[in-house]
């Protein structure tokens, strides 16, 4: 039942149900590379990772050292005249794009730089501070508390400076003049800037699950990676991302991420829907997990698809099809016949739990992988290349 099934996902949709039936057209009589099994076992320690890809700071730059105010005294001559030395400058909070991190999850709340060293006797200007750079995943988007977007960081090396260093102040020395042979001022280190900002990720992963809560989408994930996401019979399991990555015999990896559930009315944000939408908006392709041993599966897909177009009209035009889990329960073989005549999109029948169809399905994700990177993209990756050189 389910080889017939699995033809009919690539051979039976007309172009015009699914954005995914062109590209199974286009690469259906190219050779699909083959996904490659982990032989490294999975870590058996309890801690694991989950992806973050937004996260709240505040930058605080680093202060003025002081001016000094003092007096040279020699054997010679006791009032050799001012010698007080100028305080060193504070440090800049610098956020810089490479391609060493993944995520915001080694960022911390507070970001503040080092302060400027005072100044000293016999001229001896305080040391300036480092400034305090701070690696960030390519393609980071800076918002101020406004919402307005004052950063871009979408190549290797790109910098912005979240907070500046004040300036240090001036010893009495420089404050010597022909009326003023002996001033008795000088000058405070000015404040660092204190701003606060919104790091986000433009893209997150390739892929995403999708799916209403306990549809399997972490027992899925777990399945064909090595990422190890919490599992158990209750909803809201996952509340944060989870990433995994799917090797091909191509060399290629793909990033697979594990949403969080949605629920019906997430887009007025029940259940932190808001904050759980903008994980999938920052997914290429969608793959939309239903329950196929509940009732009326297809009614759930609805409602996935009817948050997010409430949410943004964008992410419905996005590639994607359906994935049947839980196909080795004995309710699921009539409802998957049902579910397919009830949308407009390929159902692929899979089982995470005995690992039914899942090695069609990771050639189905490297189809809809491969659609999803457009040539506009890859041209205008190209053009802005050509511009830095």
């Known amino acids: 039942m389910w080889g017939s099934i699995l033809r009919t996902f690539v051979v039976r949709h007309p172009p015009a149900r699914s954005l995914l039936s062109s590209a199974c057209a286009r690469y259906s009589n190219q050779r699909v590379a083959v996904p490659l099994r982990s032989k490294k076992p999975k870590s058996s320690k309890p801690t694991t990772q989950y992806f973050v890809d937004s996260r709240h700071v505040r930058a ?43 995520d915001f999850n ?19 200007h305080g040391k300036n501070a480092n400034h305090t750079v701070v690696k960030v995943p390519i393609g980071t988007i800076v918002k101020n508390t ?43 280190g000015a404040t660092g800037e204190d701003t606060a900002y ?16 306990n549809a399997g989408k972490s027992t899925l994930l777990r399945a064909i990676s090595r990422a190890r996401p919490k599992v158990a019979p209750y909803p809201f399991t996952t509340l944060k991302p989870h990433l995994g990555m799917v090797q091909y015999d191509d060399y290629e990896q793909i990033a697979v991420a594990d949403l969080p559930g949605l629920i019906e009315g997430s887009h007025k944000n029940k259940g932190l829907g ?12 969608l793959l939309f997990v239903v329950d196929a041993s509940a009732e009326e599966p297809w009614t759930h897909y609805h409602t996935l698809l ?20 839980k196909i080795d329960l004995p309710e699921a073989e009539r409802n998957v016949e049902l579910l397919a005549h009830h949308v407009d999109v390929p159902v692929l029948p899979v089982s995470a739990k005995m690992g039914t169809n899942i090695a069609e399905m990771l050639q189905e994700i490297r189809v809809i992988y491969e659609s999803s990177r457009t040539p506009e993209s890859t041209g205008d990756k190209t053009s802005k290349e050509d511009e830095r050189r």
Do not use: Y
């Open 274 to 285: 808001i904050q759980f939408l903008k994980h999938a908006e920052r997914c290429n392709a």
């Open 146 to 188: 406004l919402g307005k977007v004052v950063g871009d960081l979408d190549a290797e090396g790109m910098m912005f400076v979240a907070a500046r260093g004040g300036a240090g102040g001036k010893g009495n020395q420089f404050f010597k003049s022909d009326l003023e042979q002996a001033p008795q001022v000088a000058e405070l």
């Open 106 to 124: 080694h960022i911390t709340a507070l970001l503040r730089a080092d302060d400027g060293a005072k100044g000293a006797t016999k001229d001896c």
């Open 198 to 213: 919104a790091l986000e990720l433009r893209s997150m992963a390739h892929v995403g699950f999708i799916g209403l809560p």
């Open 60 to 102: 605080v730059g680093g202060n003025g050292g002081d001016g000094c105010v003092s007096f040279l005294r020699l054997w010679c001559n006791e009032n050799a005249g001012p010698d007080g030395g100028d305080g060193g400058n504070g440090g800049h909070v610098v956020l810089q794009a490479t391609q060493d991190v993944k």
């Open 306 to 325: 009817h948050e997010l177009s409430m949410f943004s009209e964008e992410l419905t035009g996005r590639p994607r099809f359906i994935i049947a889990n």
